[in-house]
Each structure stands twice: as C-alpha cells, then as structure tokens.
C-alpha cells in the first residue's frame, strides 16, 4: 500500500516537475525574445536537452547495439564488475560533491582541499575494524532478533563506530589547515569525508549486487551519510555562531543525534523482526532531506562574506540534481549492458526509474528551494502536516536583493474595502538593499527609495509581491505590498517583527 501511494505521488510530481520546467523554457524563450539562439544558449535549455538526452540515449544504445556482453568475453566477469562497482561509485561521489561546490557560493573551497578530504574519508574505514574488534565484536554482540538489542546494536555498533570513524578527516582538516573558515564549509567538509567513506560502502554494495544497487546507494546511503556526519558539524558551527556558554559539549551532543539518526536508519532495514516496515526509513530519509536543505541554507546565510550582489539560483539545483543522479543510472545501465545482456540492463534501468522516482524527485525539487537571507536562522524542523512533508514546495522565488526599482502609485487608484494604497501619487526610485523576513515570509525586501521626502518618518521600508509567483522586470508592474520601517537596527538576525513594520498600503512595482 506504502509503494503504491509513493508510486501515485511520484507521478503527480513527474507533471508537476516536466510542467514547471516547460514553463521555464517558455519564459527563458520569451527573455531571449523569440530568438532561437539566444533560446538554446540559456542553461534551461541546456538542462532539459541533456534530461532528455541522458534518459533516451543510453536506452537506444542498449535497444539497437549488439555490444551486450561484449566486457565479459574479453575480461573476467568478476574483474570487470569490480571497475564497473568503482566507476559508478566514483560518479555518484562525483555528482553529489559537485553539488555541494556548486552551493558554496561566497568563498569557493580549493578542489585540492576536497579530494584530500574525500581520500581522507576513505582510508577511515580503515579504522572500524580494529576499533569494532576492539570495542564489539570480541564481546560477541550481534543482531539476535530481540528488537532492544537489534535497536542499539544499530545505534552504537554501527552508528556510533561510523559517525566517530566519518568525523575524524574533517576535525584533521579542520584543525590542522585554515579551509574551513566560514560555516558552509563545514557542512561542505563532513560531506565530503562522509562521501570518501560511503565511496567503499558503494563498491561493496554495487559489486554484490551486479549494480543493481545504483539508485539506493546514490539516494539513500550516500545522503543518509552526508546528513549524519552534516549533524555533527552543524551542531560544532551553530553553538560557535551562537557562542554558547556549552559549546564544549557541541561534538559529543552532535554524535549522540547523528548516531541516532544512523541507527533508526538502519535499524528497520536489517533488524529481521521488522525488515517488513523498511518503509520507514524511507519516511525518515524525506524527513532529514528537508532538514538537511535548511541546515545548509542557514550556514550560507550567516556566511561573513555574504555578498548582496553573489545570487544563489536555487531553482537550477532541482535539474541539477536530477541530471547528476540519472547520469549515474545512465552510466550503471550501460556498464549492465556491457557486462551481461539487454534484459538485465533494462531490467536495472526500469526498476531503478519505477522504484526511486519518488525519492529521486523530492531530492530534487526540495534541494531546488533555498532562498538566501542574510543573517537568517530558520528553524531546524520538518512540517507536520503530512501533504507539506511528503510533497516539496515547488516555486522558487528570484533573489532580487540589490536590484534597482520603481515605486508607483497611479494617480486613479480607488480604495477598496479591506486595501488601500500607500498615501503618495507618482514615482519614486530605490534600492532593494536586502532580504528580510517577516512573519515566516522570506520574500521580503528592505526598499531605501532615492528621494528623501518619499521617506518621511522611516528610514526605509519593507516591500513584497503580493502575489509571489510574479517576477519582478522593467516593463510591466507587479502589485506590492508596503511596510514601513521606522528603524532598520530592529531587523535582528535577517527577521523584522511586525510590531516594528507600520502597514502603508499597495504599490506597484517593477525593476528600474
């Protein structure tokens, strides 16, 4: 019954998503002014073309080749399927660590940096062995089959042991060189040590599988790890930022929850007595993806060489995503295909598709929705209404923070019941200087207009669309809602009150 609702939502956000990206494509046309150069050169389009060519491609390639099983008569099979297992692992590392460089957008971290924190993180699993000798395993702890011990074998024979192993190349190179010097790049740093380590996991996995495991190692295991680790660091950063009195206590604090998090992962997918309820990890994995999102997000916005001018497009990171992860399929099935014959190649490539779709978009459109507000700290939460936390957010608002714009209010506006229009007649020229909070709403700007008589008893004001699907441009107007702002020192950490927000009406609104 789970799959089969999973496989109905799956679908719907397939629409959703195609839809959303033909409407880009559409307004991307319409930008370039019908011009069909400038049309093919804008990055939707180059996304939608290599979507599309990555999923028909390698599909033509396996229908109308004769190449199938053509690895196996020149090689032994065993052989092969062990540098298939480390090509596709490394693309998946790949993938993922080009996503989290792509995010780093105020300070970009030196590539020689990351692939010595990735090594790093693949010689430590070097350490569970002796340490779970050591520690575990000459005490005879297994799994039994009693749910108690089955639970914190999970917890601390596996999630302890491999959050304590992951954790060790990122706190060398936290202390020992001067790279992680802003709070992204410790989210950045773990990830990539948890990367390194998943890296061996996905080897293993994708070899005794004959890479039928792609997709559960590129969308599960491989994020689960990046999250768990990512824990650890946020817990280390935000005590910092905050300077709290315990911040001592932020490693230790951040293991017990990652360690958790690890062992309820785990524990319904290898515990024998409830492996029928594996469909829960599959709830908590859409759970800590949208954690992980505001994680990352907030430590951009507190970044201290936040740049008004550098813009995070966060909606191209919903295509991005899923073309790094369908190129990882894409390469799996041909190497399939090479290595054996085209049934078990579609067999991989149409099960992966039917059985992660779900998973695949939601990673896709939820890391498709950071929205950058300086100084902001959302909440660390997931939403409990259950439509919110099993559909994403699909829209994705502009960072307009800088812009130049026109205020107007038309000399024949009428009041209406309920609105009214900001008490001024003509046009005034601003700024956008920031984004603001208010109320929740991260759609907000501080507007500092050029005449000083517009101002009269604020120093500035806040403006929004009223509608936030309008995007702001210079020919036509967009209805704006209008605050005014007595003093800017009340906005505290990216959030403007409203009690210190004095209601001024309607505008119109377009860019300079």
């Known amino acids: 019954m789970g799959s089969l609702i999973f496989n109905i939502i799956s679908v719907l956000l397939g629409f959703v998503f195609i839809g959303g990206w033909l409407s880009e494509l559409k ?24 979507f599309i060519a990555i999923l028909t491609l390698p599909w033509l390639f396996v229908q109308y080749s004769n190449l199938g099983g053509w690895i196996s008569e020149v090689m032994d099979y065993r052989y092969a399927l062990l540098w298939a297992s480390i090509f596709v692992a490394l693309l998946i590392s790949f993938g993922w660590a080009y996503y989290l460089r792509a995010l780093d957008i105020f300070e970009r971290e030196r590539t020689a940096a990351m692939l010595v924190t990735f090594a790093l993180g693949c010689a430590s699993t070097m350490l569970l062995w002796p340490i779970g000798d050591r520690l575990f395993d000459e005490t005879g702890w297994v799994l039994n089959g009693s749910l108690w011990n089955d639970w914190w074998y999970c917890v601390i024979r596996i999630g302890l042991l491999e959050e304590v192993v992951k954790i060790v190349p990122f706190l060398l190179v936290l202390l020992v060189t001067r790279q992680v010097n802003e709070p992204f790049d410790y989210v950045l740093y773990g990830s990539l040590s948890a990367l390194g380590f998943a890296f061996i996991e996905n080897v293993t996995y994708l070899q005794s599988t004959g890479l039928n495991a792609v997709f559960g190692r590129a969308l599960y295991s491989s994020v689960a790890h990046m999250f768990d680790t990512s824990v650890v660091c946020y817990t280390i950063v935000l005590a910092n930022y905050k300077r709290h009195r315990w911040r001592w206590l932020a490693l230790p604090a951040g293991l017990v929850l990652a360690s958790l998090a690890h062992g309820f992962y785990d524990f319904w997918l290898i515990s024998e007595p409830v492996k029928g309820l594996s469909i829960i990890t599959s709830i908590f994995l859409i759970g800590t993806l949208q954690l992980w999102v505001i994680m990352k997000n907030n430590l951009l916005n507190i970044s201290p ?10 909606g191209r990171f919903k295509y991005l995503v899923i073309n790094i992860m369908l190129t990882a399929l894409a390469v799996a099935y041909l190497w399939k295909f090479l290595l054996s014959a085209p049934d078990k190649a579609n067999a991989l490539y149409l099960n992966s598709l039917v059985i992660y779709a779900y998973v695949l978009l939601f990673v896709s459109l939820s890391f498709g929705n950071m929205e950058i507000v300086p100084q ?7 939403p409990w209404n259950v439509m919110e936390f099993f559909i994403p957010r699909m829209e994705s608002q502009s960072n307009i923070s800088g812009s130049r714009v026109v205020l107007a209010v038309p000399e024949n506006a009428v009041e209406e019941s309920g609105r009214r229009w900001v008490d001024y007649t003509g046009k005034v020229n601003g700024t956008l200087v920031r984004r603001i909070v208010i109320r929740g709403f991260t759609n907000w700007y501080l507007f500092v207009p050029d005449d000083e008589a517009f101002k009269r008893n604020y120093q500035a004001y806040a403006v929004r669309a ?16 209008v605050y005014g702002v007595e003093d800017t020192s009340k906005i505290s950490d990216g959030v403007l009150r409203r009690r210190h927000a004095v209601p001024e009406g309607l505008a119109l609104m377009k860019a300079e």
């Open 466 to 481: 009223d509608d936030a699907s309008n995007q702001l441009n210079g020919k036509n107007y967009t209805l704006s809602v």
């Open 27 to 50: 307004e991307a046309y319409r930008v370039g002014e019908g011009r069909f150069r400038s049309w093919i050169a804008t990055p939707q389009w180059r996304g939608f073309a290599y």
């Open 376 to 382: 902001y700290l959302q909440r660390v939460s997931i």
């Open 305 to 314: 060489f936040f740049n008004v001018n550098v813009k995070l497009n966060s």
